[in-house]
């Protein structure tokens, strides 16, 4: 059982499109982190969410911690070639004492296109 | 500013051979983790570490070793390669904590055959 669920595993869209990607378990979370990795890279940290509700806002993406901190979204405002990439949520270890090991979900592949 | 370095980035092994994947970082992290990715299935935990002389399993350890000798220094070792064991390994930092930015390498493309 996949402890963190992503969806859509694919999206392809064309330039100026809005999307939103989905993270959601059936576990409480104390946090929520979004990484974007681009090919042939490792994954950068775009966010981290802390309390439930949360909205931040980082340019044209927008991501929300829901109220139950147990899913969260991730909006893109006009899509641009440039957010191509794999999106990846990781929540933390906390209840084994080492909230610095992340668990990953499967990711969404977004391509954008001109 | 290096940050997280791995090497090799392509590898290609027998079935049967060992190799050791390396993996350095120079923002003294306490904490660093191996991690392998493949088509549909994320990044799933191999090994960590909190600290030099402190390692543990992940999700994933069977047929894979570490040491953490060093803070710097986290390398993996395949001790007999599987054509299982065919992925892109990705080596991470970070403080210790919650809310740290996990920093990563660049991977290991690892093909067994």
């Known amino acids: 059982t996949q402890l963190l669920e992503q969806s859509p595993q694919f999206l392809s869209i064309q330039e100026g499109e809005n999307l939103t990607v989905y993270c959601n378990s059936s576990s409480v979370f104390s946090s929520l982190q979004w990484y974007r990795q681009e090919p042939g890279e490792g994954p950068v940290l775009l966010v981290t969410v802390v309390t439930g509700g949360e909205v931040k806002k980082l340019k044209r993406l927008t991501f929300q911690f829901g109220d139950a901190r147990k899913d969260s979204s991730l909006h893109i405002t006009a899509a641009q070639p440039g957010d191509t990439g794999l999106y990846l949520c990781a929540v933390p270890h906390a209840h084994t004492g080492t909230a610095s090991k992340l668990t990953f979900g499967t990711g969404t592949r977004l391509q954008v296109t001109l | 500013n290096a940050g997280v370095t791995q090497t090799p980035k392509f590898q290609v092994l027998k079935t049967g051979q060992s190799m050791t994947l390396q993996c350095a970082q120079d923002?003294?992290?306490?904490?660093m983790s191996w991690y392998r990715q493949d088509p549909g299935m994320g990044l799933r935990l191999i090994h960590y570490s909190v600290g030099a002389g402190i390692t543990d399993q992940g999700e994933v350890p069977n047929g894979y070793n570490v040491s953490r000798s060093t803070t710097e220094d986290f390398p993996l070792r395949l001790l007999s390669a599987a054509p299982s064991q065919t992925s892109v390994y990705f080596c991470a930092s970070s403080y210790l904590g919650g809310n740290t930015e996990a920093f990563f390498g660049q991977g290991t493309r690892l093909t067994v055959v």
């Open positions: 923002m003294n992290h306490e904490y």
